[in-house]
């Protein structure tokens, strides 16, 4: 398969999760802006926009990596697949289905699993996409320190 039809395979999984997500995030909003949050909570534009460079610096990162043919680079797509699924999964028990305690457990999971991927961006890329990359396991954590403090305030 040429390296264009790959990136366009990436393209498509990164669309379907942003708009998985999106969708699910959407279900929820209402119920979700009767929680009570921490005092020191983003503005909410600020997920959209994070969320957005995120799934832009990941697609440039999987596509230039699959370029350099990297005999590892099934792992590195499993990798990236298994945080989409995790990021869908989050969305839709958090804000879906309102589970708050199994959106802690979830986004733990997704944490663990970014710094995974992380860790195999570094041994597969190059140093540039490493360092863009590295806003992926942040964001995560800090999703995962607001999701909790959710979960404790409500």
């Known amino acids: 398969m040429s390296t264009a039809k790959k990136c366009v395979l990436v ?3 990164i669309i379907i ?5 999106s969708v699910f995030t959407s279900l929820g909003q ?5 929680l009570q949050h921490p005092s020191e909570w983003p503005p909410a534009f600020l997920f959209a926009v ?7 610096i990941t697609f440039f990162t999987l596509c230039n990596t699959v370029k350099e043919q990297n005999s590892d680079v099934k792992k590195l797509i499993v990798l990236a697949i298994f945080n989409g699924v995790l990021n869908i999964l989050w969305c839709l028990v ?3 289905l309102q589970q708050l305690f199994l959106g802690v457990v979830i986004i733990v999971l997704n944490l663990a699993a970014a710094i995974l991927l992380i860790c195999e961006v570094k041994k597969q890329s190059k140093p540039l996409w490493y360092y863009l990359m590295l806003i992926y396991p942040i964001w995560v954590g800090i999703a995962t320190t607001l999701n909790t403090a959710v979960w404790i305030l409500n």
């Not at 999760?17 to 997500?21: D, P």
């Not at 209402?30 to 009767?34: F, P």
């Not at 994070?50 to 832009?56: C, E, F, K, L, P």
Request: proline share 0%; net charge positive; no cysteine.
């Open 30 to 34: 209402q119920w979700y802006r009767t």
């Open 94 to 96: 958090f804000f879906t």
């Open 17 to 21: 999760v942003a708009v998985l997500g």
């Open 50 to 56: 994070v969320w957005t460079v995120v799934y832009i």
């Open 11 to 13: 393209a498509i999984g």
